[in-house]
């Protein structure tokens, strides 16, 4: 039996690739392995029997045979360590994949994700104006130190790994921003991890649940 992800019947993101279910989608499409997908809704996420594979009620969540995972980068590491593509075989390389992985979930995405909290749920705060472009140099400060390792190499350590597939992942959640393109390199990177087959496989998988759900 294929495993089994569960992604958004009707996504917020509208169709853009950046719900989490994405980046197994797209994890399971570099290893090459064949999946099922069980879209829940809204409602559904807070039901029991969505809450016995995720404790907090979201997505994505991982099923095969008795194991049930949730969290993305959880998910995305199995899915790594369990299938060749996604790691490298030399053991300290490998490690090293393994902790960019957990940088661009831990170090790059918090700031991120203030960002679009701060734009998308406080614009109409008292004090939204003055906190947004605080809000933003913290987003710069966390990029200018990643563009400065990442510097003119094609990808964060060596060849593709499952840290440039998380990375590139939370940088996408800057599509509607444009402090991305203040980093020639970075906007680069984001856009060769874009233009690989799997990403392309994933992205219209998920985007015909959008289109289905429209």
Not at 127 to 138: A, F, G, H, I
Not at 146 to 175: I, K, N, P, Q, Y
């Amino acid at each position: 039996m294929h495993p089994i992800i569960t992604a958004f019947a009707r996504s917020p993101d509208r169709g853009q690739g950046l719900a989490r279910d994405m980046r197994v989608r797209w994890a399971l499409e570099e290893t090459e392995q064949p999946y099922d997908v069980r879209l829940v809704s809204f409602k559904e996420m807070k039901q029991p029997a969505h809450l016995a594979l995720h404790p907090f009620g979201q997505i994505p969540t991982y099923e095969e045979g008795g194991l049930v995972l949730f969290e993305s980068g959880a998910i995305v590491l199995h899915i790594a360590t369990h299938h060749p593509g996604l790691l490298p075989e030399d053991r300290d390389a490998r490690e090293r994949a393994i902790g960019w992985l957990f940088a661009a979930l831990n170090t790059v995405e918090p700031p991120i994700f203030e960002l679009q909290n701060a734009v998308l749920l406080e614009r109409d705060k008292p004090w939204s104006d003055e906190r947004l472009p605080l809000v933003k140099d913290r987003v710069r400060d966390r990029l200018k130190q990643l563009a400065a390792r990442l510097g003119d190499t094609e990808w964060l350590d060596g060849g593709f790994s499952a840290g440039d597939l998380m990375m590139a992942s939370v940088l996408l959640r800057l599509r509607r921003s444009s402090i991305l393109d203040e980093f020639a390199n970075l906007a680069a990177y984001v856009a060769r991890a874009e233009a690989r087959p799997a990403y392309n496989r994933a992205f219209a998988a998920q985007y015909a649940v959008f289109k289905g759900a429209a």
